[in-house]
């Protein structure tokens, strides 16, 4: 079965420092990972995502994630963090399962950017 | 703007009501998906369409709840005699067949009390 694993509950960084936000996957074939963020009340928003080609990912706001098939991670990362960043960050895969394209979340990971 | 839409955003109702949430998809998308969201929690799939065909149910959707798309645009999605374990944050998403990424809506959050 396809999973998603965010070992992290809350990441804290300090505004200007690089942050990540950890994600690793466990799928059967090749992996279509996304990446999305929700602020308090919201949907979700989309961040970027990994089909096939190059191992980093440029999506919104900054954010670039890099996909990694031997340690199978695709971690989440910016280089400087504004306190605008903090939100709740999930990671998906899909899954093709029975041929229909729904998605498999991990539980989300806090990020909190302290000024 | 013409992004994923929901109504209403929240709801509220005593156990054993019936409450029905709808969703407008981005006008171009065939596909439309209903996730459910609980507290502390990353989305759950609960079901799916392509144009007006539901073609996949989760687990997690009951016979108490019905969803539909009777005309390949909106869905509704109705629960019957609520419960509880109900309350959560019900979202929907669209895509094009074609694509990979799933937009969302702002969602709908049940309180059942």
């Known amino acids: 079965a396809q999973s998603v694993a965010q070992p992290e509950d809350q990441v804290n960084v300090a505004e200007g420092n690089p942050l990540t936000v950890k994600c690793t996957y466990s799928?059967?074939?090749?992996?279509?990972l996304f990446w999305y963020v929700q602020y308090p009340n919201r949907g979700l928003q989309f961040l970027l995502k990994?089909?096939?080609?190059?191992?980093l990912v440029k999506g919104s706001y900054g954010f670039e994630a890099e996909f990694n098939k031997s340690q199978t991670s695709f971690h989440l990362k910016k280089p400087s963090a504004l306190v605008s960043d903090s939100a709740l960050y999930f990671c998906?895969?899909?899954?093709?399962?029975?041929?229909?394209?729904?998605?498999?979340f991990g539980a989300g990971t806090r990020l909190a950017v302290h000024p | 703007d013409t992004g994923v839409s929901q109504d209403p955003r929240h709801k509220i109702t005593k156990r054993g009501q019936n409450v029905t949430f709808r969703c407008d998809p981005i006008?171009?998308?065939?596909?439309l998906y209903w996730y459910r969201q609980t507290l502390g929690q990353g989305p759950e799939f609960l079901t799916y369409?392509?144009?007006?065909?539901?073609?996949?149910k989760s687990r997690l959707l009951s016979d108490r709840f019905s969803a539909e798309r009777p005309k390949g645009s909106f869905s509704t999605l109705e629960i019957q005699r609520t419960e509880q374990g109900d309350s959560a944050m019900y979202l929907c998403?669209?895509?094009?067949?074609?694509?990979?990424?799933?937009?969302f809506g702002p969602g709908t959050r049940l309180t059942v009390l």
């Open positions: 990994y089909i096939t080609g190059d191992n």
């Open positions: 799928v059967s074939g090749n992996p279509y």
């Open positions: 998906a895969v899909r899954d093709l399962t029975g041929g229909y394209n729904k998605l498999i």
């Open positions: 006008s171009e998308h065939n596909r």
């Open positions: 998403a669209s895509s094009l067949i074609q694509a990979d990424t799933q937009y």
């Open positions: 369409f392509q144009n007006e065909a539901q073609l996949e």
